[in-house]
C-alpha cells in the first residue's frame, strides 16, 4: 500500500483536511499543528475527531504526521525560546492524543552560535522534558539541509540527539528528500548507499516517514529550497525510486512541494501511476 499526501493548507478541522486530502488522491497528510510560526492552538472538537476517524477509516489512511511550528528552536541560545519550545511540544503531544498514534514532527533547532553539541545537547534535554510514558504518539526528528546552524543535518547529529534521550521508543526520523539532497546524501545515485548509511548510523527500524521534495539547488548546498516533483535537482526518477523502495514499504510519503491543491492532486497521481508501473 502507498501511502502518500501532501502538507495540507487546510485550518478547518482535522475532518476537513481529510476531505480535502480524499479529494487530492491522498491518503495520508501533514498539518501545521499551530500557525507555523507558533501562538495559540484552535480548541479541538470531538465532533470533529469523530468524523475525521470515520474517513480516514473509510478511505484506508496510513498514520498522518503533524509538523511543529517551525520557529520552535529546542536549542535557543536564548531561555524564553526553549520555555516556547518546551511548553509548544507539551500542550502539541497531549493535543496530539485526540487522534492516537500518529507522529509528531519537528525540526531539531538551530544552536545558533552556540556550537552542535550544545545543540544537541539541549534538544536531548527538552525531549526528555516533554516525552511521557503514557503518549501514544510517536515524535520524530526532521533530517535538515544544514542551513544557517541547523543542527540534524548529518545522520550522526540524529543519531547524538536520540542517545541522549530516556524514552528512545517514543522517538522515531522523518527523512526529508530536498534536505537530505541539499546536506550532501547523494539520492539520486546511491539511494542504496544513503539508506545503508541511515541503518549503520541510525537504523532503518527508526524512519517512520519521509518528506517527499524536489530541490532547487544541488548536492550538498546546504540551501533548504523546496522544488515541485521533476522540476528540481533531484528529478521524478530519483523520486519514484524512493516511494517504490523495498525498505521503505508502508510508510507515509508527504508532499511540501510549491503547490496549491491541484498542482499536488497532480503530483500525487503522477506518482501513484509511477509506483504502480
Ligand atoms: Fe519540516
Ligand atoms: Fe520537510
Ligand atoms: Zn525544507
Not at 30 to 54: L, M, S, V
Not at 149 to 156: D, L
Not at 203 to 217: F, P, T, Y
Amino acid at each position: 500500500m502507498l501511502y502518500i499526501g501532501n502538507h495540507t493548507t487546510s485550518s478547518k478541522g482535522y475532518a476537513a483536511m481529510a476531505r480535502q486530502m480524499i479529494a487530492n488522491g491522498g491518503n495520508t497528510f501533514a498539518f501545521f499543528t499551530r500557525n507555523p510560526r507558533g501562538g495559540k492552538a484552535k480548541a479541538i472538537d470531538p465532533k470533529d475527531i469523530e468524523a475525521y476517524h470515520q474517513l480516514a477509516s473509510d478511505h484506508h489512511f496510513g498514520k498522518i504526521v503533524a509538523h511543529a511550528p517551525y520557529t520552535l528552536n529546542a536549542c535557543a541560545a536564548k531561555e524564553n525560546l526553549r520555555v516556547f519550545a518546551r511548553e509548544t511540544m507539551a500542550d502539541d503531544l497531549a493535543r496530539m492524543e485526540m487522534i492516537p498514534g500518529n507522529y509528531y514532527n519537528f525540526h531539531p533547532g538551530s544552536h545558533v552560535g552556540q556550537g552542535t553539541e550544545m545543540g544537541i545537547q539541549k534538544i536531548a534535554e527538552i525531549l526528555n522534558d516533554v516525552l511521557t510514558d503514557t503518549q501514544s504518539t510517536t515524535v520524530l526528528l526532521e533530517t535538515m539541509s544544514g542551513k544557517g546552524s541547523e543542527v540534524g543535518a548529518t545522520f550522526e547529529e540524529i543519531r547524538a540527539v536520540i542517545d541522549l534521550v530516556d524514552r528512545k521508543e517514543k522517538l522515531g526520523v522523518c527523512l526529508d528528500t530536498c534536505h537530505v539532497w541539499d546536506g550532501g546524501y547523494d539520492i539520486v545515485n546511491d539511494m542504496d548507499g544513503v539508506l545503508a548509511e541511515f541503518d549503520r548510523v541510525i537504523g532503518l527500524s527508526n524512519l517512520k516517514a519521509i518528506h517527499l521534495n524536489d530541490s532547487l539547488n544541488g548536492l550538498g548546498s546546504h540551501k533548504d529550497r523546496h522544488a515541485k516533483i521533476g522540476e528540481g535537482q533531484i528529478g521524478l526518477e530519483a523520486l519514484v525510486n524512493v516511494i517504490r523502495h523495498p525498505m521503505l514499504q508502508g510508510i507515509p510519503f508527504i508532499l511540501e512541494t510549491p503547490n496549491d491543491d491541484e498542482g499536488w492532486t497532480r503530483e500525487i497521481t503522477l506518482l501513484r501511476e509511477k509506483y504502480a508501473e
